[in-house]
């Protein structure tokens, strides 16, 4: 048994590495300032603010987006057991999140954020939220790779909101996360330098930096 998962994993290491290419390419994002707002928001209460199983975080964030693109308080639960592409120890790598959407009828692209400078960056997420776009991106949590969905933002305040599957349990509602944000989606606020850190730490194996997966109907 030992052997064969060892197999599975060198195997998966060839495929990665083969693969590589192909997870950040394409030319460089268009960042367009006039389709950009000086707050906006995707509705996203806080019955929807799921806290995660152990290593979920992919499928709660796929479940997340679904439920907010499609108003629908769907089970996050149900998206952990269905979703593919995960390593022996529960991880999902970004394709799994890809492949799991599209089979629930969400659109998504994969612009080469890796081009942008900082603040590009922080205007392309801007840019799609102000049309209703979540974007979910592949950061650094204590020292763990860690998927967030980015709901809304503020631009005077410099406020983010996301939604952090990791986010303090409620003490309230059992498999519920806190929620620091009121009337604003998701369940935390992140300046924008607190975003981009947590954004540069993301990647696995040396590929997916500054991954980022940008959802629509």
């Known amino acids: 048994m030992m052997l064969k998962s060892k197999k599975i994993w060198i195997g ?3 495929l990665l590495t083969l693969s590589g290419f192909m997870v950040m390419r394409g030319n460089k994002p268009d960042v367009d300032q006039s389709l950009i707002k000086e707050s906006a928001s995707i509705s996203y209460p806080s019955a929807y603010n799921y806290r995660q199983t152990r290593n979920d975080c992919g499928p709660f964030n796929v479940a997340a987006v679904v439920r907010a693109l499609k108003e629908e308080n769907i089970d996050s639960a149900t998206f952990s057991q269905e979703i593919g592409w995960r390593l022996p ?3 999902t790598l970004p394709w799994g999140l890809e492949n799991q959407l599209q089979e629930n009828g969400i659109n998504v692209e994969k612009p080469n954020f890796n081009l942008l400078a900082d603040d590009e960056k922080i ?6 939220i102000s049309n209703k776009i979540p974007v ?3 950061g650094e949590r204590d020292k763990y790779e860690h998927y967030l969905t980015i709901l809304g933002f503020n631009a005077d305040k410099d406020e983010y909101y996301i939604y952090d599957s990791l986010q303090a349990a409620s003490l309230d509602q059992q498999g519920m996360t806190t929620d620091e944000n009121g009337r604003n989606p998701g369940n935390a606020t992140l300046n924008s330098s607190e975003l981009l ?5 993301g990647g696995m194996y040396g590929l ?6 940008v959802v629509s109907l």
Do not use: A, C
């Open 12 to 14: 998966l290491l060839i």
């Open 123 to 128: 205007t392309l997420i801007k840019q799609y």
């Open 197 to 201: 850190d947590f954004w540069r730490g």
């Open 208 to 213: 997916w930096k500054w991954y980022g997966l």
């Open 136 to 138: 979910i991106i592949l």
């Open 89 to 91: 120890n529960k991880y």
